[in-house]
């Protein structure tokens, strides 16, 4: 299974992004029961969870991006998304999605001040 993020970019604070993980290869059947969940890694700190998707769409975000990141899953498309708005510097890091046993390749987003 190859799951490809994209989306990351070079953003001013107050901006926004949305990010998208595509299920290359897995077929819809396989996609639609599974969860997924964002991460992310900034320089010199631990991967932290951003947020969680589950099969029926329910989400649960880290009280660091609540009220400003969604979560969100395509099942016929077989993405998840994450919609970043208003970024701070200190959302820049490396996100990497996480879908059934799987992780994406990682994007990378920068949040200028």
């Known amino acids: 299974v190859q799951l490809q993020a994209s989306g990351g970019g070079l953003v001013q604070a107050g901006g926004s992004l949305r990010l998208s993980c595509h299920a290359q290869?897995?077929?819809?059947?396989?996609?639609?029961?599974?969860?997924g969940a964002w991460y992310r890694q900034a320089p010199g700190k631990q991967r932290e969870l951003v947020a969680q998707?589950?099969?029926?769409?329910?989400?649960i975000l880290s009280d660091s991006v609540k009220g400003r990141f969604a979560m969100s899953r395509d099942n016929s498309r077989k993405k998840v998304y994450l919609q970043m708005n208003n970024l701070k510097p200190e959302d820049t890091a490396i996100y990497y999605c996480?879908?059934?046993?799987?992780w994406g390749q990682g994007t990378l987003v920068t949040v200028s001040s």
């Open positions: 998707i589950d099969s029926s769409g329910n989400t």
């Open positions: 996480f879908f059934g046993d799987f």
């Open positions: 290869r897995m077929i819809t059947s396989t996609f639609s029961p599974k969860s």
